[in-house]
């Protein structure tokens, strides 16, 4: 590495040292952050939906707490902030039915396992209440299949996977384990596989995550996809299922069918890899007559996010490639972050610093997957990563960075975008911030942490570990 290339780094990381402790200084109140991003005026310019969910990984306080958690690991001093966090949302949350991990107390269970072995006996009680929705909802979801399913029975983000991920953790905590949380996490790795198996629709044989038109989650997708489509986004599609079973096998929880789910998913995911004149890429959805047809599409809609395109979809491949020792399983997955990062950038389709479609997102796996592989290419994109992100600091938002919302093509309003003030994890400040910290050596910001303290990473959330 150049003397020129060291200085770059090392001034690069020292801005996002800064960056990331005056992130931590706007979000420290949560009632000031609640009061910013509950304005009446700061909503989705399409649906309408206001930018601030108390009970929310994505933009409330269970958000901001765990980046307060990931940071107090690194800066103990900052665990007083982390524990008004942890209380507020305490006193935010309801017993409602869950909406997912990334919703509700199984945000905050999330939240405060990140917290290392702080809050055993709030931990317990919300591993019990995930662990006994999750048994509740299994029951309901379950009537669906075979008849396809909605994103609700599989995904990361709303769905049975996302809350199983928590269940992985806590069914591993003495403090969070009992035989509810077992059985839950059983049924789910059960429940996965059966999602897996191939079903029949309209005489064709075809994936069980086959989402029909009636189960769309929004009417565009009923239109677009008026035969049903397969999701393939990390966020919203297989993969989301596919990192649950491989990490479970990782860590010695196995149910009949598993192995062969796990290589049936991801043989899927590799038969649509798509090339194009800039190398190859994933899909974000695939359409019903798309997955039957003999020759399907050369170009189909992508981008190169977290949430959807190959970044994401590489994680997990490359996950369950290490699980399963397929090395041509990780080979694919880093030729496809190599392919994204040398694509043309204006073609990525992010918009904006944060983690779900911009760029945070992308750091986050280019580093997960680089560190393991001591991928050069990976590790010195992160660099370039960080200096993109960098370049969107606003000192005039109230929290450091702004999320961008297109507005409806109907009415583009006077910009392209609608800037947001967002502070969680996938829309907002405090994601940027943890993924800035991916990239800022231990010791920067504050004190070495202490390497036998227990630790659970912020991007578990996001199916990266």
């Known amino acids: 590495m150049s003397t020129v290339t060291q200085h770059q780094q090392v001034s690069v990381v020292d801005r996002a040292a800064e960056i990331v402790l005056l992130v931590a200084e706007r979000l420290a109140d949560p009632a000031v952050v609640a009061d910013t991003a509950g304005r009446p005026d700061n909503r989705d310019p399409i649906y309408g939906a206001m930018m601030w969910g108390p009970m929310t990984l994505s933009n409330g306080l269970p958000g901001t707490a765990m980046f307060y958690a990931e940071l107090a690991r690194r800066a103990p001093a900052w665990s007083p902030t982390t524990h008004r966090h942890v209380q507020a949302a305490g006193s935010a949350m309801t017993s409602q039915p869950s909406r997912g991990l990334h919703a509700g107390p199984a945000s905050l269970l999330a939240a405060t396992q990140t917290c290392g072995d702080h809050y055993p006996g709030l931990r317990r ?211 496809a972050l190599h392919d994204a990062l040398a694509r043309d950038e204006s073609k990525w389709t992010l918009a904006g610093p944060t983690v779900c479609h911009g760029y945070a997102g992308l750091l986050q796996v280019i580093h997960r997957i680089g560190t393991a592989e001591q991928d050069e290419v990976l590790l010195d994109a992160r660099t370039r990563l960080t200096e993109a992100i960098l370049a969107m600091v606003d000192p005039n938002a109230p929290f450091v960075f702004r999320h961008p919302m297109r507005y409806s093509r109907a009415d583009p309003g006077p910009s392209k975008f609608k800037m947001l003030d967002v502070a969680g994890i996938l829309e907002g400040s405090a994601g940027v911030a943890c993924a800035l910290m991916s990239v800022i050596p231990a010791g920067l910001l504050g004190p070495e942490p202490d390497a036998s303290a227990p630790s659970r990473s912020w991007d578990r959330t996001l199916a990266l570990s």
């Open 125 to 335: 009680r919300l591993a019990a209440w995930v662990a006994e929705d999750q048994l509740t909802r299994l029951d309901r979801l379950s009537v669906q299949h075979g008849e396809g399913v909605c994103w609700e029975s599989y995904d990361i983000i709303n769905g049975l996977a996302g809350t199983a991920r928590l269940l992985l953790d806590s069914v591993d905590d003495p403090v969070e384990n009992d035989a509810r949380v077992e059985q839950a996490l059983l049924a789910t790795l059960r429940h996965l596989v059966a999602v897996s198996e191939p079903i029949t629709v309209d005489g064709h044989t075809v994936p069980g995550w086959w989402v029909p038109a009636h189960l769309q989650s929004v009417e565009q997708d009923r239109v677009e996809y008026p035969r049903g489509d397969f999701n393939l986004g990390l966020a919203h599609g297989i993969p989301g299922p596919a990192l649950v079973l491989s990490l479970a096998l990782r860590r010695g929880y196995e149910v009949t069918g598993q192995r062969e789910a796990l290589v049936r998913i991801v043989e899927w995911l590799v038969r649509w890899i798509r090339t194009d004149d800039q190398g190859t890429y994933w899909p974000c959805r695939v359409g019903f007559d798309d997955e039957i047809a003999m020759a399907p599409p050369e170009s189909i809609f992508t981008r190169t996010a977290w949430c959807y395109g190959a970044p994401g979809v590489a994680a997990v491949v490359h996950h369950a490639g290490c699980t399963l020792n397929i090395p041509e399983w990780r080979a694919h997955a880093v030729r």
